[in-house]
């Protein structure tokens, strides 16, 4: 039972890796003359009035889970995510959208596993840190080399400040499945208060906003790659660690090298390809159902290899 409830929230959170990985190539493809930090706002606003409705539509009671003890993770993860939005596209726009998401992805995991430790005390396993040592290797190959990669020292310091919100962002999540709260009302009011941050940037760009590619770019951000995705990011946190989780999120660029090639019609250099192969491998060996051991076949999972159900790490 425990491998089946390790096996659904890896294939969550990679679900939630997938949407994610199509946000640059969308886009791309879009072209819209707004800020990218009036998108990215515009982006999770759009994904929490979607939650939100779900949640009014079929059980508003769950706003009422929302207590006094949930409020510090929630208000934690709120900042996060508005600052990991203005962070990353500023990375983006500053650097590029290669560096800039090496920079952000490669450090995801690094912050996210020490965030676990320092706040919930969670160990990191060998499996861990073998799986990061390879993603983050790969991620870091998938800018080497290319005419159109820049190092900017503001775009990569941004850069680094993304990263870190995003673990800051999966710790927080982690701590609120511990806490018997409405994920779907906890994810929702996240986002609209990250949002509520960007609101200036998301008005003076909503003329630019409202151009029928830049809209449709709005609606599959807000609902697929922030309402569904955040869903399958946080529910299958009720079921790995989240440092396992951190690393699990490193399917974004490999996604995104995939449809930059198939879709945009980029090549693939050398070290591309040696590096989505790293990568790939590191999300192997992290999401790999770790071996049981003989009489723990029904009891609590033990939290090896960096993977807790929903009462272990969480509820620490």
């Not at 051991?293 to 272990?312: K, L, M, Q, T, V």
Request: glycine share 14%.
């Amino acid at each position: 039972m425990n491998r089946r409830n390790n096996s659904s929230g890896v294939l969550l959170v990679l679900a939630a890796g997938v949407l994610w990985g199509t946000v640059g190539p969308a886009q791309v493809l879009a072209e819209p003359s707004a800020s990218p930090v009036a998108v990215g706002g515009a982006r999770i606003i759009t994904g929490g009035l979607v939650l939100a409705a779900v949640v009014l539509a079929t059980n508003p009671r769950s706003f009422l889970t929302l207590r006094r003890p949930a409020w510090p993770p929630i208000l934690a993860a709120a900042t996060a995510t508005g600052t990991f939005q203005a962070s990353f596209f500023g990375a983006v726009d500053r650097t590029g959208a290669a560096v800039a998401t090496a920079v952000v992805f490669g450090l995801a995991p690094v912050s996210t596993g020490l965030c676990e430790r320092l706040v919930l005390g969670a160990g990191l396993s060998r499996r861990w840190w073998a799986g990061t040592a390879c993603a983050v290797g790969g991620v870091g190959l998938l800018t080497v080399p290319g005419s159109s990669a820049h190092a900017d020292l503001g775009g990569i310091a941004l850069g680094l400040a993304g990263g870190t919100c995003f673990g800051v962002y999966t710790v927080s999540a982690k701590t609120l499945t511990g806490r018997d709260v409405g994920m779907t009302a906890a994810v929702s009011v996240t986002l609209l208060a990250g949002g509520s941050a960007l609101l200036p940037w998301t008005l003076a760009g909503l003329p630019a906003l409202a151009a029928p590619r830049p809209l449709a770019l709005v609606g599959w951000l807000g609902i697929a790659t922030t309402a569904a995705a955040y869903m399958f990011f946080v529910t299958g946190l009720v079921r790995v660690s989240a440092a396992t989780a951190g690393t699990l999120s490193l399917a974004e660029p490999l996604v995104a090298t995939g449809l930059a090639i198939a879709v945009l019609g980029e090549r693939m250099a050398a070290p591309v390809a040696a590096g989505s192969l790293l990568l790939l491998g590191g999300l192997i060996v992290v999401s790999w159902p770790a071996r049981t051991p003989p009489g723990e076949e029904h009891g609590e999972s033990s939290g090896r290899d960096g993977i807790a159900e929903r009462d272990g790490i969480g509820a620490r």
